[in-house]
C-alpha cells in the first residue's frame, strides 16, 4: 500500500511541477484542460465500458452503490450541521457542503483500486462513483450549489445526467453484461489500450489543479470540519454500512479504501459555475490530498 501511493504521489507531483514549469510553452491550466477533457470524453468512457462489460454485477453491486450513497448522504449531513455552528458566508458554507460529501472516486479511487486490485478494483470504484457518487453530485449537488451560490442557475437533473459520458458508457456496459453478450477479443484490446491511459492522466491533472497557495493557518482551520468528515467519518460510514450488508474480503477493502479518497477536483467547477467560495474548496481538496498520504495507508492497515 505504502508502495502504490508513493508511486501515486510521484506522478501528482509532476503535475504539481507542471503549474511552476510551463512544459513546451503549455501552461499547467491549459493542458489540464486539455488532458482532462480527453479523458472524460473519450478514455474513461472506454475503460468503464470495458470494466463494467466483464465485470461481475448483481447484488453486490447494488451494495456497493448502497455504501457508497450512505457515505455521501451522512457526509453531507454531517456537514450541514456543522455548518450551521460555524461563522459561515452562503458561498463558503456551500462550498464545504460539497468539499465534505464527495470523495475523488474516479480521479484517485479508480488509480488506487487498479493497483491494488486490479480490474475488480477498478470495476468496485466505478460502481461507486457511476452507481452513486456522480447521480447524487449531479442532482442533490448541483440542487445545493445553486442554493448556496451567487450565480444560481436552473439545471434539470436529467440533462445534467445525460450529458457525462462515463455514465453512457456505464449503461451500455451494464446492459451488455446483463444481457450475456460475450466481450470481442479485438473490443476488449481496443478498449483496454484506451482505457489504460486513465491512471497517469488523470494523477498527473490531479497534480495540475492542487493550489498550495491556499494553504495557510486561517483556511485550513475553517476548512478542518470538512477534512475530518471527508477523510474519517465518510470511510467509516461506509464501512459500517458494508458490515451491515455482509460485503467482505477485497470488495469491503475496496469500497472503505475508496470513500477515504480526498475530496473530488471537479468540485472546483461547480464553484465557479455557481458562485460559491472557489478558494475555500480549493483548499480543502489540496490539503485533503496531502493527507490521504497518511490517512490512507492506515485505513489499509486497520482493514487487511
Known sequence: ????????????????????????????????????????????????????????????????ALAAATGVLVS?????????????????YGA????????????????LMVSLFGDAGGAIAIQFDLFACTPILLTLGVFLASKYGTHPETLHPLHALLKVPPLWAAAIGTLLNL????????????LNRLGEAVVPIMLL???????????????????????????????LAALLMVMALGVTGDTRVAVVLIAATPTMVIGLVLCDRFGLDTEMYATTATASLLLVLITLPLWHHFLV
Open 96 to 111: 464545504l457542503l460539497l468539499a465534505a460529501s464527495f470523495p475523488n472516486a474516479t480521479y484517485m479511487g479508480l488509480p
Open 205 to 235: 491533472a490531479l497534480g495540475m489543479s492542487l493550489r498550495l497557495g491556499t494553504l495557510t493557518p486561517k483556511h485550513l482551520l475553517k476548512v478542518s470540519p470538512a477534512l475530518v468528515i471527508q477523510l474519517l467519518l465518510m470511510p
Open 1 to 64: 500500500m505504502v508502495s502504490v501511493i508513493a508511486q501515486m504521489a510521484l506522478t501528482i507531483g509532476v503535475g504539481v511541477l507542471w503549474r511552476y514549469v510551463d512544459l513546451g510553452g503549455w501552461s499547467a491550466e491549459r493542458a489540464r484542460g486539455a488532458l482532462t477533457t480527453a479523458v472524460y470524453y473519450i478514455f474513461l468512457p472506454a475503460l468503464v465500458l470495458a470494466v463494467l462489460w466483464r465485470a461481475p454485477l448483481g447484488v453486490e453491486s447494488l451494495k456497493i
Open 179 to 190: 444481457a450475456g453478450v460475450p466481450q470481442p477479443d479485438w473490443a476488449g484490446a481496443f
Open 76 to 92: 453531507l449531513a454531517a456537514m450541514a450541521a456543522v455548518g450551521r455552528m460555524m461563522r459561515l458566508t452562503r458561498g463558503q
